[in-house]
């Protein structure tokens, strides 16, 4: 073989051994900086980066809870100017007590459209769980606690079977709740007899559900306490628990402004409940159903169980090629969804008096399912907050409370909850196609 042959046969090593990719002026190209997401810096930016942040999240269509709380200080001027009475002290407590029922039953139902899926039967099933705890508590001598319990694990069972029928069987969602809505009341009319109604007894569990205030002071302002305390620990456990992992983290002085908001918050709503004239103090209903949203809210967002629930919700088929026990999901999601609507019938059986034929029909499921979707929900599954029950039902009570105020007809309540809920549907639509456009859907 040639010199000029052997020459080109050998690795051209020293040549390129000597040039530092480091090093410019040595002919080569700086090292590549990983690229960073904005958003990682917000926290780290102050209050200007969470302005860029909220514009940023504003044209990408990601508006959060931002249109209904708009929306509730609208309401309240409205009808505040309307009637002075509306944010009276007896006011709020009505509004308080009556969202509480329907509010549990909107938990359940979010967690059900975080699937993409929806349920039909969440009247019904609160109407039957009324039936049965007034059955075996009134006519069959059970203990109050004993028919409580075992009409809400009724309404876990029930959900728990309407998931298998969808899960396991594959008929669609829509199709197995509808039967249930239909099969479920009619069992619930048989239960109730000829009679067709049972009264709660007095000093019942169930009558103290939306009777019940706490008239001592102390209490409204105690549990306000243990809110602000819970949530600014919660911060704080976040923030530690990024930091210990190299994430940006809240920094102390957002933690206290969050805290500080929650607390004038908290504290306003405990003064309005206590103090004024005509005030009965903390209602027993508000207390529970807090208690049902932090710990939904809990599982929702701070368990393996919730966030498998946001997977399965965004992709189904990408959550099982991920190891997700997709149908599991399914059962348990709607058995959480009948389980609480059992209980919320409770709250209406409290606040009407009793178990009847009809309790759970008329606008109770339209009611709930808006709550959710007016809260924030999407329809489309994946996106959503617990807290979405919150402001829904604070929306649609807080409308009906002033129309009744103001003397206005069903109807008309009728028609303005139609028009909302489309409005939210809307936003919820415009949304999505906004974040798509900007490649974030």
Partial sequence: M????????????????????????????????????????????????????????????????LPVVVGLIVIAIIFQAKNDSFLSASSLANIAVFTSGLGIMAVGIVFVLLLGEIDLSVGSVAGLGAAIWAVLSVNHGWSDWTAVLFAVVCGLVIG??????????????????????????????????SEGSINTPEGSIVENLT??????????????????????????????????????????????????????????????????????GLPLALVLFLAVLVIADFVARRTTFGRKVFAVGGNAEAARRAGINVDLIRIAVFGISGM????????????AGGATKNLGSGNTLMLVIAAAVIGGTSLFGGRGK????????????????????????????????????????????VSRRTQKTAGRA
């Fill in 2 to 65: 040639s010199d000029l042959a052997k020459n080109s046969a050998q690795p051209q090593e020293t040549a390129t051994a000597v040039k530092d990719p480091a090093d410019p002026a040595a002919g080569g190209s700086a090292a590549p900086i990983p690229a960073v997401d904005p958003r990682l810096l917000v926290r780290e930016q102050g209050l200007k980066g969470y302005g860029t942040e909220f514009v940023r999240k504003i044209r990408g269509g990601e508006l959060g809870s």
């Fill in 160 to 193: 728990a079977l309407h998931g298998v029928f969808f899960a396991k069987v594959g008929v669609p969602a829509f199709v197995v709740t509808l039967a249930g809505f239909l099969g479920w009341s009619g069992l619930q009319i048989w239960l109730m007899g």
């Fill in 211 to 280: 009777s019940h205030y706490f008239a001592d002071k102390a209490v409204g302002y105690g549990v306000a306490l243990v809110a602000v305390l819970a949530y600014a620990a919660s911060l704080l456990w976040e923030t530690r628990r990024r930091r210990a992992a190299d994430l940006p983290s809240r920094p102390i002085s957002e933690i206290v402004l969050r805290t500080a908001v929650v607390a004038v918050i908290s504290f306003v709503v405990a003064y309005e409940l206590n103090e004024p004239e005509g005030a009965r």
């Fill in 340 to 351: 609480l609507a059992a209980f919320g019938g409770l709250f209406i059986a409290s606040t």
């Fill in 386 to 429: 617990v807290w979405s029950a919150l402001l829904g039902m604070l929306v649609l009570q807080s409308i009906q409370q002033g129309l009744n105020l103001l003397g206005m007809a069903s109807e008309i309540q009728y028609m303005i909850t139609g028009a909302v809920l489309l409005a939210a549907v809307v936003i919820d639509s």
